[in-house]
């Protein structure tokens, strides 16, 4: 079945630091990514949707200057916390869906567990 | 806006048990539905997808069922065991997105 690798699966990072999170399609080109976050005992909430070589499309309240994605090319997507804060740490995940696969279905990435000190 | 709810929250059972997960959703306009399987610190899993003219799909020991109009889905595990442990999310998605709006899930735990 398809794959959706994604890197780093969890870091520590201080506070004013940026991180980065990549997700990556093995087996199939990815027309879209799109990235969600998960606080503890909450619901995985979309932040946004990401189509290769557009600028990505944020949810209500997500702040684009501070969650920067590229889609640069059609096997990868990244997610660029900048100046975390502890507020940001969060469980991320990327979910992808193109072709080659089947149509109905979005494909995860293994998530990423992020802390803020 | 579409809103999800799963009951309950948790839910634990000794092995060989057969159990029924719930979900519910408020927006009946749906284009399908999905069960994922979430593992601690890990990504999410599919494993089952209804489309919104579906009534049920079966895999295995699952079996999920939806009534669109009614707003209500049901996962079914028969015979748990305890690999059966983990966290099952509930999400719909409406037409002409892809975007999965998603329950808080039902941590299930099976006892050996």
């Known amino acids: 079945g398809a794959v959706v690798s994604q890197h780093p699966s969890w870091v520590i990072c201080k506070s004013g630091t940026s991180v980065k999170i990549e997700c990556r399609s093995l087996d199939f080109q990815a027309t879209t990514m799109f990235w969600y976050r998960q606080f503890p005992k909450q619901s995985l909430m979309l932040m946004a949707t990401s189509n290769e070589g557009s600028k990505a499309t944020y949810e209500q309240g997500v702040e684009k200057d501070k969650f920067l994605i590229n889609h640069a090319s059609l096997t990868l997507s990244t997610l660029t916390v900048t100046s975390a804060h502890p507020e940001d740490s969060s469980f991320y995940i990327c979910?992808?869906?193109?072709?080659?696969?089947?149509?109905?279905?979005?494909?995860f990435g293994s998530g990423t567990q992020l802390s803020v000190l | 806006k579409q809103e999800v709810t799963q009951i309950p929250a948790a839910l634990s059972v000794p092995e060989g048990e057969n159990l029924v997960l719930n979900c519910s959703f408020t927006?009946?306009?749906?284009?399908?539905l999905q069960w994922f399987r979430q593992d601690p610190g890990k990504g999410l899993t599919s494993l089952l997808l209804i489309q919104s003219s579906q009534r049920e799909q079966t895999s295995g020991r699952l079996n999920a069922s939806l009534d669109k109009s009614s707003g209500r889905s049901t996962l079914y595990i028969a015979a748990s065991q305890p690999g059966d442990s983990a966290t099952y999310l509930c999400a719909v998605t409406q037409g002409g997105s892809e975007k999965l709006v998603f329950g808080k899930g039902t941590k299930l735990t099976v006892n050996p």
């Open positions: 927006d009946s306009a749906i284009y399908n």
């Open positions: 979910s992808a869906f193109g072709t080659g696969v089947s149509n109905e279905k979005l494909f």
